[in-house]
């Protein structure tokens, strides 16, 4: 599976930040939400962690909020990492790019924020666990965490109602090709968000909230108690 995720977005890396926001709606809006529930100074020297960071929209966004952060960016892909190293020019210079597999990936530790965008839905529920375990494990005390990403809904029903209206929403973007919604209905893996916020709850996180969902997308964390 991890094998067909790299070639997925392999291939897309050029065209990814023109394509993701017509098929994720509120994307960039979401994105400013993360950096704004960051509670840090704009000037604490943070280290912090992207998993699955893509092209770097988000290690962008932090770096330049956070000018005397340092940033690791983990990714599957190596195609989307080179996308990510060109977006971050000069900032590159504070951030380490590493591709491999979360959750089996050294992701080091002492993270005061992590944040992960769209990318813990392609694995399975055991693996999203163990991730956020891994993830606990590598912040600092009083680290955060958020997560965005794609979510299932509390009854089956109620999934169709929501992919039904992601649709049109997608499609009211212009966005008409939808065998890339079939290909993410057949191989992708959400899980609830209530689920999901009470694994991180038994984990240890404390502060664990949902802070925003648009139908089958949501954005949740919390904090490593310190
Ligand atoms: C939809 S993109 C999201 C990119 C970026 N976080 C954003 O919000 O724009 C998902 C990214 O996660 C990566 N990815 C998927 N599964 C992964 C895994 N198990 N470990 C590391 N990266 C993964 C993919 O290669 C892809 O670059």
Redesign the pocket.
């Known amino acids: 599976m ?1 094998e067909q ?2 070639e997925f ?2 291939e897309r890396a050029e065209s ?1 930040e023109d394509f ?1 926001p017509r098929v994720v709606p509120y ?1 960039h809006e979401c ?1 400013t939400l993360m950096l704004d529930l960051i509670p840090h100074a704009a000037d604490a020297p943070l280290r912090l962690l ?6 770097g ?2 290690s962008e966004l932090l770096l330049t909020r956070f000018p005397n952060a340092t940033l690791m960016a ?4 190596e195609a ?1 990492l080179a996308s990510c190293a060109a977006k971050l020019g000069s900032m590159a210079s504070r951030a380490e790019l590493k591709q ?4 089996s ?1 050294d992701i080091g530790t002492g993270y005061d924020v992590i944040v ?4 813990l839905h ?2 399975s529920h055991a693996d999203k666990r163990a991730g956020y375990e891994k993830l606990h494990a590598a912040l600092a005390p009083g680290g955060v965490m958020l997560i ?1 990403d794609v979510v299932s809904a509390s009854s089956p029903s109620l999934d169709q109602r929501y992919a039904s209206l992601w649709r049109d929403k997608v499609q009211s973007y212009g966005y008409d090709d939808m065998s890339w919604f079939d290909d993410h209905l057949a191989s992708d893996n959400p899980a609830r968000v209530e689920d999901q916020t009470a694994w991180l709850r038994d984990i240890g996180f404390a502060e664990v909230a949902c802070h925003w969902r648009h139908l089958n997308c949501a954005l949740f964390g919390g904090v490593k108690p310190a």
Do not use: C
């Not at 992207?50 to 092209?55: F, L, M, R, S």
């Open positions: 991890s995720v790299a977005f392999g990814y993701i994307y994105n992207d998993v699955g960071a893509g092209t929209v988000l983990i990714d599957l892909s989307m491999g597999e979360f959750p990936v992960s965008s769209l990318t392609h694995l965005r």
